[in-house]
């Protein structure tokens, strides 16, 4: 992407981004990676670079654990196993079995499922394998804690047993000197001692000539000397020669596997600029972490358009000073390209136009913005800014003539893939040939299609707006009454300066400003307070849609809420039948549970008993029971069929059910606590308790 001037990327603080980025990065090459971070002009490019600080974002919010973790910093260890005869020690070669390891555990992240999940993550290593020979190479010579193995080679194994022997015979000479001398008080410490790498005893200086052996030092205060005893120096001379040779045979041995690892050398330089690939997309998914950045909806064609989009570091200044963050909503498209911003001074204007210009470069660097996702952003080639007083003493340019030449370059160079920035138009001369010449400057960018932001408080720029097309007015909404910006832009008409109203509330003296008054233009005055009128009305307006929208929502609330009461009182009705139905069952089931075990207790006592007519007329009563059961219930629907319950005390000549057989007859006596009841023909003596008052049901008409 080119830029003009060739400060713009600084003006718009695209610098303190790389910044932060950097800050995220553990690796040398993500750090490195982060400095150097290009503005890419080909979508699929920079879509892909979204897609994957997309995807280790959603790894971290859904704590997904991703093996790249270690910080591996490689460049030297890499570099030798390129170099033909360099030897790579223990711990190095460790290192780089740690970074085939960490390739390892990657390649078996991306399961079937993840590689789909996680497409632009797996991107990363489809172009490379994983060499599992890396590993078993290295693990062949050292071991977990990076020692050389015994079984390295036979060579090594055999010196390894023989110094085996020579220190545990060395040992043993040693420790017998150390308790004779210990015995006749020679010692000025028990404990052994090494130096000039040899085993030696720490004798009294003044008994120094009563020990065979060899000085090989003494102590500071020359009060102890160090001597190595006679007998030991044999053994001390094999010790030290098995330990050359082991030496020598371990330096072999990593020669050779350095050689063997070399062939993959550059296989491993692959892993490790994977790796570092992978701390700076982590890095990407960390800062847009911090500020709240989202992939926004790339398209092809140039255009803006945000959605609640924040300044990010302004988002992340507030946020560690616990203020509020003001979003903005612009939309810069073919028909409406070139936004004019006005409104009052310290008003929002200049952060509003950094905001999209410092948007757009972090999505052109592959870095989650934020904005909301639904956001739809273009690809723009050039980026061309004019920001602040741009004087140059070099060149004995005044501000207006630095003005003019950066409008120069811009007029001469923009196009339609051209987004431009320019802060506080025309400024720096006489406000009517200023004013003049921004309005040419603005048609010309019109004409030439480029996209672009605009600050100004001219008024003529503020009606040509409204004339020329594809320019539209914009205003950063102020709050009168508190004389406070509301670092609010809206879109769609022009903004009033309040210079008027601010000297007003400030205090300034009402003659000063009649006085001023007079001198200004009617119209322009007239248009100032139109303007400002129009704008407070606005705020009326919109405080009342919010108002409206904020009943919409309770009504909303409370709708579900009723929704929600009924889906339970019916869950509760359902669960209710459910429970009686279960209850039936559960009273059939354990009827059926009574019988079956009483059947098997009357063939148990079939078997045991010689008394077989009693077990026979056990089985009967049984059966009969359950036989006289089910006539009952067939008795009972019959009569509920033709009779309905009436209540009422029981009276002679009343028709009466018998609750005990479900029988209908009339009462023809009652007796205290016993009632003469006709079934049939046949009189009973019944309780008055088992009656109940009935009378016969209506019949149904027929047609």
Known sequence: MRYFPDSALVQLEFDKIQALLQEHCKTELGKQMAEELRLHTHIDYVKTALQQAHEYKQLVLLQEYFPNDPVLNLKTELRLLGIQGAVLKEDQLMQLRKLAEIMQSIFRFFDHDRRVQYAGLYEVVTQTHYEKKII?????????????????????????????RKRTELRRVFDRALQKLNKLGYLADIEEAFLNGRRVLAIFAENKRMVKGILHGESDTRKTAFIEPEDTIEINNEVLSLEREEEKEIYRILRTLTVALSQFSPLLNTYHDILGLYDFIRAKARLALDMDGNYPMLTAHAQVHLVEAYHPLLLLYNRRNTKPTIPINVTLDKDSHILVISGPNAGGKTVTLKTVGLIQLMLQAGLLVPVHPTSQLGIFRQLMIHIGDTQSLEFELSTYSSHLKNMKYF??????????????????????????????????????????????????????????????NGAMGFDEQNLLPMYKLIVGKPGSSYTFSIAQRIGLDQGLINRARKLVDEGHFRLDKLLNKAEQDLQKVEQKEKDLQKLLKENERLKKEYEILSDKERQKQQQALLKLQNKIREDELQYLKDMERK??????????????????????????HKRQKQINEKQE?????????????????????IITNNSVG?????????????????PMNVKLADLVVVQERAKEPTE
């Open 411 to 472: 007029m001469e160079n923009a196009n339609g893939k051209t987004l431009f920035f320019i802060d506080e138009l025309g400024s720096g001369s006489d406000p009517n040939l200023g004013g003049a010449f921004a309005e040419v400057i603005m048609e010309e960018l019109a004409r030439k299609h480029s996209f672009g932001i605009v600050t100004t408080h001219y008024l003529n720029l503020k009606i040509m707006a409204n004339k020329v097309k594809g320019i539209i």
């Open 637 to 657: 629907k019959k009569v509920n069929d033709k009779f309905q319950e009436v209540g009422g005390t029981v009276k002679v000549g009343d028709q009466v059910k």
């Open 666 to 682: 009339k009462v023809l006596e009652i007796r205290d606590k016993r009632v003469i009841v006709k079934i049939g023909n046949l």
């Open 136 to 164: 078993s190479l290295i693990d062949d010579v050292l071991d977990e804690a990076g020692q050389v193995r015994d079984n390295a080679s036979p060579e090594l194994g055999k010196i390894r047993m023989q110094l085996f």
């Open 599 to 624: 059947m098997k207790q009357i063939v148990v006592e079939w078997k045991r008993t010689d008394d077989k007519q009693k077990v026979m007329k056990q089985a009967e009563a049984l059966l009969f």
